[in-house]
């Protein structure tokens, strides 16, 4: 006699578990070969093989072409992680509450201390292998996470402090850039501290800012936190 699912658990509810459980699975183990794959750039640097990567993994070739269709999916997937990274460094900077100059050198600072621990992840971005696979524009949308991030963050300061914040975004793109490109150079050619880099810089990324404020209506005093306390308040004020 055949047998039956219970009642209260219905065939296709089983196979929705199963489903779910593999996807889960195979979220973590990709997930688990892209920090493999970054611990073996960090070792090989940019120019690294497949092999470099199972042996780093510790997995067969076999394994790694299940989680990833070839190796230019691999290497979308590290480049994708590596701009998390940095999002993640230069994020919690953006900090409202202190002097807005502050803040702007503490991120860039933030983001050359990172660059300076990992050279390898910022050549391997902009390696040729990557550049080959995928061309210049998946660089800049790879990068968009940060760039928008940092868009609203100067867009919600502009409106709060009465200024027009709207399409702020092709300044952060262009200030951005530019600052990748000084970094990149500082990296093939450290003719120059970290610090001083960050000075230079520092003084670069506040004159677009500031230049930027000020033609949209708002005068933006280096020394002054971003938002007035009443304004920190207000923004923070639970919604009802």
Known sequence: MASHPPPDRPAELKGDARRDRWHSHRASVRAE??????RAIDAHGADLS???????????????????????????????????????????????TGPVRDAVRTA????????????NLFHFIVSSQVVTSFGAARLLEDGRPLSDTVADFFSGVLRLRGANGDNTQFVVDSMLGAIGLGVLRWLNEPVITARELTDELTAFAWGALSATAAARGLTLDPDAPLLPIPQLRERTRPSR
């Open 33 to 38: 070969l892209i920090e493999a794959t970054i």
């Open 108 to 119: 860039l600072s933030a983001y050359i201390e990172l660059v300076a621990e990992r050279p």
């Open 50 to 96: 497949i092999d470099d990567v199972v042996k780093t993994a510790g997995i067969p070739r076999p394994k790694l072409y299940r989680f990833f269709g070839d190796k230019v999916e691999l290497l979308a997937a590290v480049s994708g992680r590596v701009q998390e990274l940095i999002v993640a460094r230069v994020t919690p900077h953006l900090d409202p």
